[in-house]
């Protein structure tokens, strides 16, 4: 079994920053990918980030030069700068291999003045 655990989430101004932290406990495969995903009200959950074992990144292009994806191991952080309303969204952590897929229980991310 394998557990995410995710911390970081809260209401930031437009422009503010927040830096999103999981860490993958468990029977985990060395070779994976772990990534960050958002689900907006109303609207379908969505790729924000993701880092492979071997350190190869995918971003989402509404994200591109703002958030950067990183990771030490199991521990998987998302630095969100220059957030604008529209990144308002649940936050959730992600862990696959082969055959496994796994999910955190989701941070709130609230971009308001």
Known sequence: Q???VESGGGLVQPGGSLRLSC???GSIFSINTM???RQAPGKQRELVASI???GS???ADSVKGRFAVSRDNAKVYLQM???KSEDTAVY???IRWYSGNYWG???QVTVSS
Do not use: D, M
């Open 92 to 94: 959730s952590c992600n």
């Open 81 to 83: 700068n220059s957030l």
């Open 2 to 4: 394998v557990q995410l």
């Open 105 to 107: 229980q989701g941070t």
């Open 23 to 25: 860490a993958a406990s």
């Open 35 to 37: 990534g960050w995903y």
């Open 57 to 59: 990144t995918n971003y």
């Open 52 to 54: 492979s074992s071997g």
